[in-house]
């Protein structure tokens, strides 16, 4: 689908007028500080992980067209002030962020999801997030949960909703996030 | 989750992708795939719309593309194709007929979904639409959008609709599809619960564009910090204390200073001329062309 593009885009005006505003809005993004969280507006953080999902979409986009990886390099700023600058902000802000991001990745490079694309598209990420995969303390009570006990480095727990709940599985963590974000 | 999952599947060795899949799609088969009524009405607010199916898209094509199989999360709901029109209809001359919450800001959330139904339904109006709009420039586009169409997605549609759902009576009216000058009249009746305690008390509520001007519209979300802000939709509630939620934030009767009846059950009726506009984008009305739409409200109000 990928390879599809720049032929389409050459032969359909729509396509190429979204091709040259998505360019342009990644260029602009491009030079604008990484999203930082403050403190909860009247809708949470709702605004600040769509619009580092609205970002990561263009610089992924982009980085997928151009292969340049200065777009990547872009996308590890945005990341880095989302879950890691942001220490004296809530843990699960950090880790909300974190995983939006992880999940428009996975997003604009697929419409195709395998392994060999996503390893293809960001292998410097998929190392260096592999250091990140860290968990804390989430401060909002988890609206979905998979009860899983696997032994090892991959056990998660899950206590009621009303004590902190902690988990060491990567997938935990997105899916207690993402439920968390779309109450709204 | 959904999209999480699948990503990771091939490497996840815990089972636990796989695991969430089981549950995450019948989940919104159940729920997501179930926001749209039998007219094609999104149950929460016409600004909801889009976030409701943003997920419902990148989830369905995520599926689709990585297994090959919707797993009927694009037909579970027979009627679910509907909303596309709702969404074309409830869009106006000059901006959404946005009642209810209009919720929080958009970033990356867009109509673009209409892309994706227009394929998967066979509909070609919504991506004739959609291609349309500002929001269309995003990269889900690049990928939902079928360059093959062809036509114009008012070429014989009709000016008029009305949406009989008794959640969410309302009536879409308007002078052209193609002229932002266009008169354009969008009313409301329906049930003032069960809405995701997204609504309003606004049994006849109304918004008018004309002249490229929006003269009565909405006011939309209030703050959701505000206490109490979505914990109820009782006669009660404290979300009915805010003004913006109360009947007399909205364009609508009031009587005594009161609010609407929570339990109101309006009946409607309408008739239209069926006028459709043509192939061209210079809409001449005819002079027999009209529309009507009434409600009897009656069952809003305590003291009526």
């Known amino acids: 689908m990928w390879q599809a593009l720049p032929n389409l885009i050459q032969n359909d005006p729509y396509l190429k007028g979204w091709n040259d505003t998505i360019f342009g809005n990644a260029t602009a993004y491009f030079s604008l500080d990484p999203v930082v969280y403050h403190m909860d507006g009247d809708s949470g953080i709702l605004d600040n992980a769509r619009e580092i999902k609205m970002r990561i979409k263009a610089f992924a986009y982009v980085y997928r067209m151009t292969n340049d990886t200065k777009w990547v390099d872009r996308c590890w700023a945005e990341v880095q002030v989302s879950f890691v600058n942001l220490a004296i902000g809530c843990p699960l802000i950090k880790f909300l962020c974190r995983m939006l991001l992880h999940l428009a990745l996975r997003q604009i490079n697929g419409i195709t999801y395998t392994s060999s694309t996503l390893q293809n ?54 899916a207690i996030g993402i439920a968390s974000v779309t109450e709204d | 989750m959904t999209l999480a999952s699948l990503a990771i599947l091939g490497d996840d060795t815990t089972g636990v992708a796989s695991q969430i899949l089981g549950f995450t799609v019948d989940n919104a088969k159940q729920n997501c795939a179930n926001s749209v009524a039998d007219d094609g009405s999104w149950a929460e607010t016409a600004n909801y719309w889009y976030f409701g ?32 029109q709702f969404h074309m209809y409830v869009y106006g001359a000059t901006s959404l007929f946005n009642y ?36 269309a420039a995003e990269p889900w586009s690049m990928f939902w959008y079928d360059p093959t169409v062809s036509g114009a997605f008012w070429d014989g549609t009709p000016l008029d609709h009305f949406f009989d759902n008794a959640l969410d009576q309302w009536a879409s009216m308007r002078s052209s599809w193609t002229d932002e000058n266009a008169l354009y009249v969008a009313i409301k009746a329906g049930l003032n619960q069960g809405h995701q305690t997204h609504n309003d008390l606004d049994v006849g509520d109304f ?3 004309a002249l490229g001007t929006r003269w009565a519209g909405e006011l939309g979300s209030g703050d959701y910090l505000s206490t109490n802000y979505f914990t109820s939709d009782a006669q009660d509630a404290d979300r009915w204390q ?4 109360m009947t007399e934030g909205q364009n609508t009767i009031m009587i005594d200073r009161g609010n609407q009846n929570v339990l109101a059950q309006p009946s409607v009726k309408h008739d239209s001329s069926g006028t459709q506009q043509g192939s061209s984008t210079v809409m001449n009305i005819p002079s027999d062309s009209t529309a009507y739409w009434t409600t009897d409200m009656t069952s809003a109000y305590f003291n009526a």
Not at chain 1, 163 to 172: F, Y
Not at chain 2, 242 to 245: A, G, P, Q, V
């Open chain 2, 207 to 209: 918004v008018l564009d």
């Open chain 1, 121 to 174: 598209f960001l292998p410097r990420w998929a190392l260096r997030m592999t250091g990140y995969t860290t968990c804390g303390p989430l401060t909002r009570k988890p609206k979905f949960a998979v009860p899983l006990s696997n032994g090892g480095s991959n056990q998660a727990f899950l206590y009621s909703p009303q004590v902190p709940l902690s988990a060491g599985g990567k997938l935990m963590l997105p």
């Open chain 2, 242 to 245: 805010y003004y913006r939620k």
């Open chain 2, 100 to 135: 209810g919450d209009h919720g929080p800001n958009k970033f990356s959330t867009t109509a673009n979904g209409m892309f994706l139904y227009s394929k998967s339904y066979n509909q070609p109006s919504f991506s004739l639409f959609q291609r349309e709009q500002v929001d």
């Open chain 2, 53 to 84: 199916t943003t997920g419902h898209a990148e989830m369905a094509s995520s599926l689709l593309t990585a297994t090959g199989s919707h797993y009927g999360l694009l037909d579970v709901n027979a009627n679910f194709f509907r909303t596309g």
